[in-house]
T-cell receptor, first 116, second 117 residues
Framework: AQTVTQSQPEMSVQEAETVTLSCTYD???????LFWYKQPPSRQMILVIR??????QNATENRFSVNFQKAAKSFSLKISDSQLGDAAMYFC?????????????FGKGTKLSVIP | DAGVIQSPRHEVTEMGQEVTLRCKPI?????LFWYRQTMMRGLELLIY????????DSGMPEDRFSAKMPNASFSTLKIQPSEPRDSAVYFC???????????????FGDGTRLSIL
């Protein structure tokens, strides 16, 4: 079974600074997808960024980028120029790309605080 | 385009009562997922449907939990009888296909916060 581990229950960052959230996963599959979801206090789950395992190039979305290390099974999220609106829970998630696999496996989350 | 719509947003009820949570997926999406979020266990998949048919309910905790999808635009998650340990936030999500495509992620509703007294 796949597992996703986020070792940092809480993180804080100064506004305008950069922060990196860690995520590791365990799988025996070679083809899969990884995601970071953001959950603000409003509870809505918002997709931040996705990464295909077969792609070596790290995904980027504006101020958000990932460092995907397939051999190490590591998938960290970097937030640059942090803003107050970035304060939220962040969840790392994994899904197999094989036929018949539709279950997103989530980590326990990292609570990010942004200090003005 | 409306997102996934869940109701109610909050539900408080007494132990032993029946609870029904509702979900309207995004139009055109063929997969629907029910998740439960707790502090202890994080986000867990309970059950998912494809074209209104339940495919995998292995995450449903007990027989007290049941889910239905009578049509493509509506699903319910029912707990009967409810217990205090069922208190959690329940999310519904929908996707077109597996939910891995660049423009086809799983879209989540705002969740229902359920409190069983």
């Amino acid at each position: 079974a796949q597992t996703v581990t986020q070792s940092q229950p809480e993180m804080s960052v100064q506004e305008a600074e950069t922060v990196t959230l860690s995520c590791t996963y365990d799988t025996s599959e070679s083809d899969y997808y990884l995601f970071w979801y953001k959950q603000p206090p409003s509870r809505q789950m918002i997709l931040v960024i996705r990464q295909e395992a077969y792609k070596q190039q790290n995904a980027t979305e504006n101020r958000f980028s990932v460092n995907f290390q397939k051999a190490a099974k590591s998938f960290s999220l970097k937030i640059s120029d942090s803003q107050l609106g970035d304060a939220a829970m962040y969840f790392c998630a994994y899904i197999n790309s094989g036929a018949g696999s539709y279950q997103l496996t989530f980590g326990k989350g990292t609570k990010l605080s942004v200090i003005p | 385009d409306a997102g996934v719509i869940q109701s109610p947003r909050h539900e408080v009820t007494e132990m032993g009562q029946e609870v029904t949570l509702r979900c309207k997926p995004i139009s055109g999406h063929d997969y629907l997922f029910w998740y439960r979020q707790t502090m202890m266990r994080g986000l867990e998949l309970l059950i998912y449907f494809n074209n209104n048919v339940p495919i995998d309910d292995s995450g449903m905790p007990e027989d007290r939990f049941s889910a239905k999808m009578p049509n493509a635009s509506f699903s319910t998650l029912k707990i009967q009888p409810s217990e205090p340990r069922d208190s959690a936030v329940y999310f519904c999500a929908s996707s077109l296909g597996q939910g891995i495509g660049p423009n086809q992620p799983q879209h989540f509703g705002d969740g229902t916060r359920l409190s069983i007294l």
